[in-house]
């Protein structure tokens, strides 16, 4: 209950008077202005001289001597020197509700169709939250269908699991986060298109989503010709909407597309800012900036967050700096080998080279035991693969290898998966158990 103190004491706390600054000078991506009083992170008004009525928004990154250092959300055209700052005092907000399901919107939370518009009633979010006390995190005891046979199977993934999704450039990520979305048994889907290029978008909302998977989600996107900052408060953003459904006590799936380009993103601003480079011409920030952002998802005490982020590696590198900070934060990695995608196996998922690390604590025992076999056959018939090509492997030298050469046409059958196709996870269990048997 508000009290008569709380209100006075908001009162007091409000500002009777505006700040303001100049703009003193451009370099690159960053605006430097003489004022106004403001903290990092907070967001200010450019006023452009040449046209009174429009406004370009900025964020506060940085200091230098008596200087505020901005970063627009958008392009500079029209800033010079004596444009006015006005300090707004406050972070970046969303605006945010139930109404959104089915809306494409930007990093800024406004919808991209330029046919539509905010619904009315909604409320204020900020971005930028603290991630939950480690204390007030339950256990995650519970899987979540997502309806893609090799992951229930062999990668079980639980309510409020974090998984990577590591591949180089057109190995199927994309048409692999459309499959989970469409056939997943979450309340609701958040998904992220982080530097995408504008092509792509369109593609995925209306093939790889789908409208039936559009209606159970929000969509947020950030192309690759928008601002460093834009991208990466189109990743804040998309996290900030997961986290409002998560307290409203709703199992959420976030689907982030990539990581990767959120990384290349604070780089830039990095760089800008006058940061050192150091391994891979990543500035320090992107490693302090990875796990805040990551940590904010997951299970607190009122719902879950399942997030999957993409991961791009370079060169197919895993151990590339972005991918191998982004594996040791992450519950999980899958692992999408272009090699298994040449031979035609979709999903791509390499199996002995992908972990779940909370599926040993939520299946039943035979279930594990029967994924354990599967992956012992894979791995048998993978190191015999050479000798079996050539011919110069004979049957009978190895009894296990004879039951793994037995059984493989019928295990690659089960890894793969069409588009359109759904397992539920009853029949995908069903399934393993039998030809594990």
Excluded at 220 to 239: E, F, H, N
Aim: hydrophobic share 40%; glycine share 8%; charged share 25%.
């Amino acid at each position: 209950m508000i009290t008569i103190e709380d209100l006075l004491q908001e009162i007091e706390g409000i500002s009777a008077y505006k700040r303001y600054g100049k703009v003193k000078r451009v370099i690159g991506l960053m605006i430097e202005s003489k004022g106004p009083e403001s903290s990092i992170g907070d967001v200010c008004n450019i006023i452009i001289n040449k046209k009174k009525n429009r406004i370009v928004q900025a964020e506060v990154v940085g200091f230098r001597d008596e200087h505020v250092i901005l970063m627009p959300f958008t392009e500079i055209q029209d800033i010079g020197p004596g444009c006015m700052v006005e300090a707004t005092n406050n972070p970046l907000e969303i605006r945010i509700g139930e109404e959104l399901r089915g809306m494409v919107l930007d990093a800024l939370g406004h919808p991209l169709n330029p046919h539509e518009e905010l619904p009315i009633g909604l409320g204020k979010y900020p971005t930028d939250q603290s991630p939950p006390n480690p204390m007030t995190r339950p256990s995650i005891t519970e899987e979540l269908e997502v309806g893609v046979k090799v992951i229930d199977g062999l990668l079980t993934v639980g309510k409020g699991q974090r998984v990577g999704i590591f591949a180089g450039s057109g190995v199927g990520k994309s048409t692999l986060l459309g499959m989970i979305a469409r056939n997943t048994h979450a309340d609701i889907n958040v998904i992220a298109l982080i530097g995408e290029r504008g092509r792509e978008v369109r593609d995925f909302l209306e093939r790889d989503l789908g409208p039936e998977g559009l209606k159970r989600s929000i969509v947020i996107v950030a192309t690759s010709d928008q601002p460093a900052l834009m991208r990466i408060k189109g990743a804040y953003t998309a996290t900030a909407i997961s986290e409002y459904f998560r307290d409203l006590g709703y199992n959420v799936m976030l689907m982030m597309d990539s990581v990767t380009r959120v990384a290349m993103a604070q780089r830039e601003i990095g760089l800008a800012v006058g940061e050192p480079p150091t391994t891979k011409g990543y500035t320090p920030s992107v490693f302090s900036m990875l796990p805040k952002l990551l940590e904010r998802t997951g299970t607190n005490q009122h719902g879950s967050i399942t997030a999957f982020y993409t991961v791009l590696v370079d060169g197919d590198d895993m151990n590339e700096p972005i991918a191998d900070t982004v594996r040791g934060i992450l519950d999980g990695h899958f692992v999408l080998d272009r090699d298994l995608a040449n031979k035609g196996q979709y999903p791509a998922i390499n199996v002995l080279k992908s972990v779940s690390r909370v599926m040993n604590n939520i299946v039943e025992y035979e279930h594990k035991k029967a994924a354990e076999a599967m992956r012992e056959k894979l791995s048998k018939y993978y190191q015999a693969e050479d000798l079996i090509n050539i011919g110069a492997y004979k049957r009978g030298s190895s009894r296990e290898i004879d039951e793994a050469i037995q059984s493989y046409p019928a295990i690659i059958h089960y890894l793969k998966q069409e588009v359109d196709d759904k397992w539920t996870y009853a029949n995908t269990l069903a399934e393993l158990t039998k030809l594990m048997k």
